[in-house]
């Protein structure tokens, strides 16, 4: 059945091709919108020369070569153009918050405010189709039976979804389909002590912000890229979210703290829930009762893993560390994982009493392969074990003293997987180097060790001594 054409605004299907997921780091390829309006569709599409190097993997996933976007249009040349497609219509892209996030930071750079109403494809297939389990493109794709002309090409993917809505028109009624689009497309409805006012003071940049409930109790805490967009998410979620309604129902003041990236962020994120303790953050609790294992060899010559508690542990600094667990219950709850995984014996491992020479109880329902009767040599079982836990290695921190990372426009100072703080000119550069401030905290050592390993660990500067804390603020900024 097909829709009332006056019933509907203007839908514009947006697809990108990009040089990679970031959108302040990376740029678009290729833009293909495809406009519905009373009933006839039109198309746009363009290359766009991203002024920057494609990686590999993109080249094979688009087939968008440097060859092909050379002398093509930078997005500031075409910019009107696009603003222009897409004025005055409803965004609808597949996972919008990329293809919307994209274009929308591609504005901001040349300072054009751009805020359509969006509608997410994904969202709309799991709110029409909910029961299918997956909603990615090629999902939706092989379960209707839609037809690819380009896959991975901008105007190729907006086909698709121009299709998919196409699919939906015949499915359900007009009533129905519309209910769904307002349902998600709609002005977000504001809780009862938030003023429109407060939510436009809120900046769209990286940074935390913290909910307060009544007499400035503190209710919830994150972080996002975009601030105004996830608070505003929270109260979208509002209708459907048990957890978002309570805190739509309670928050009376909303706080944000700006930080220069994404990274800070997560830091500042995890410190402050530590500190302010917000009743409604489970995960990144402060933890009085850290702990890890460590092997040492007996005088048989068997590894025996010691629990390390918090009152003897230095990550960082101590070698043949395991784990890292927010309490005992945790740290035996893994190594009895460990034990049943690779058929190791529970009484070798500290884990279970017997009387030497007596099998454990594993080995009598088959869970150990026998090390505590000689069944197994030590030296296969010290090896299954030194295994099994490699992969949990708690690394010694891998520099001679302090780094820098950057992150934005400032660099935040790390030593031994503490963080000391965030340096915006030279001299502050210098002073964290220089501090010996070291408290460890589980949280901010998993998200600096994923740092390290990955997007940021071009951007690692050694500080070593005063003067190469200021050559490196030099070099980076």
């Not at 290359?47 to 060859?67: E, H, R, S, W, Y």
């Not at 090629?138 to 090409?153: E, F, K, P, W």
């Amino acid at each position: 059945m097909k829709l009332i054409d006056t019933e509907f605004p203007v839908l514009a299907f947006v697809d990108i091709e990009t040089t990679g997921g970031n959108a302040d780091r990376d740029r678009i390829t290729e833009i293909g919108i495809k406009t519905l309006a009373n009933g006839q569709e039109s198309s746009w599409d363009c290359l766009v020369d991203p002024q920057t190097f494609i990686p590999q993997k993109i080249q094979k996933l688009t087939g968008i070569t440097p060859d092909m976007v050379a002398g093509r249009p930078p997005f500031d040349e075409i910019a009107l153009q696009v603003k222009k497609e897409l004025e005055g219509k409803i965004f609808v892209a597949h996972n919008a918050r990329f293809d919307y996030g994209f274009i929308k930071a591609s504005f901001k750079r040349l300072g054009i405010d751009f805020r359509p109403k969006v509608l997410c494809t994904v969202k709309l297939s799991r709110l029409l189709y909910p029961q299918q389990t997956r909603h990615n493109l090629d999902t939706i794709v092989a379960v209707h039976g839609l037809t690819v002309s380009a896959r991975h090409r901008a105007l190729g993917d907006a086909d698709l979804l121009v299709q998919f809505w196409r699919v939906c028109e015949k499915t359900f009624e007009p009533a129905h389909l519309l209910d769904a689009v307002h349902q998600l497309v709609s002005h977000v409805s504001l809780p009862p002590n938030i003023s429109q006012s407060v939510i436009d003071a809120i900046p769209d940049t990286p940074g935390c912000y913290i909910f307060y409930g009544e007499h400035h109790a503190p209710l919830y805490i994150g972080k996002s890229i975009s601030m105004r967009s996830r608070v505003m998410s929270h109260f979208q979620s509002a209708l459907t979210v048990r957890k978002e309604m309570k805190l739509y129902q309670q928050v009376h003041h909303i706080e944000c703290i700006e930080t220069s990236g994404e990274l800070s962020a997560l830091i500042v994120e995890a410190k402050l829930i530590k500190e302010r303790m917000p009743s409604m953050n489970i995960k990144l609790r402060r933890s009085k009762d850290l702990c890890a294992w460590q092997l040492s060899q007996d005088t048989s010559g068997c590894f025996r893993p010691t629990l390390i508690t918090h009152k003897h542990l230095q990550p960082g600094f101590q070698e043949n560390l395991y784990g890292l667990f927010y309490n005992k219950k945790e740290a035996l709850g893994y190594l009895a994982a460990v034990a049943k995984k690779y058929q190791l014996c529970e009484a070798l491992l500290g884990l279970e009493k017997v009387d030497e020479g007596k099998p454990c109880f594993g080995y009598q329902v088959k869970q150990c392969h026998g090390a505590c009767i000689g069944k197994v040599s030590l030296a296969v079982h010290n090896l299954k074990l030194q295994t099994a836990l490699q992969l949990y290695k708690v690394p010694v921190w891998p520099f001679a003293g302090a780094v820098a990372i950057k992150d934005g426009h400032s660099m935040l100072v790390i030593n031994k997987w503490c963080y000391l703080g965030t340096a915006n000119d030279h001299d502050e550069l210098s002073d964290l180097a220089q501090s010996e401030d070291l408290n460890f905290d589980l949280d901010i050592f998993k998200i600096v060790k994923k740092a390290l390993t990955g997007s940021h660990k071009t951007n690692v500067v050694k500080l070593f001594s005063t003067q190469e804390a200021t050559v490196s603020f030099d070099a980076m900024g």
